[in-house]
Nanobody, 118 residues
């Protein structure tokens, strides 16, 4: 059974930093694509950043230059380093794990709240 667990959210002042972690189990972490998504109240869930099995990354325009996604396959963990945070970054952040090699898996974590105060 695939499990995805996020951690690292919290309350931070505008301009501050946070690092989110995403641990996945029950899956071959080396072949998955990891995505960080966020959802603010009243808004749809949106992609923040993704990293594929080869290390290729993609970012939403709103976070480019401020957020960095990375992965440590030895620890089955992905990270989202967030800097220069803005109140508009306030949302629940979700980790998505997607495998499309040998079997199809599309799993989500429970989310972690990030609140940026002005």
């Amino acid at each position: 059974q695939v499990q995805v667990v996020e951690s690292g959210g919290g309350l931070v002042q505008e301009g501050g930093s946070l690092r989110l972690s995403c641990v996945a189990s029950g899956i071959d972490f080396r072949v998955v694509t990891i995505g960080w998504y966020r959802q603010a109240p009243g808004n749809e869930r949106e992609m923040v950043a993704t990293i594929n099995s080869g290390g290729g990354t993609n970012y939403a325009d709103s976070v480019k230059g401020r957020f960095t996604i990375s992965r440590d396959n030895a620890k089955n963990t992905a990270y989202l380093q967030m800097s220069s945070l803005k109140p508009g970054d306030t949302a629940v952040y979700y980790c998505n794990v997607k495998q499309q090699v040998r079997r199809f898996v599309n799993a989500w974590g429970q989310g972690t709240q990030v609140t940026v105060s002005s």
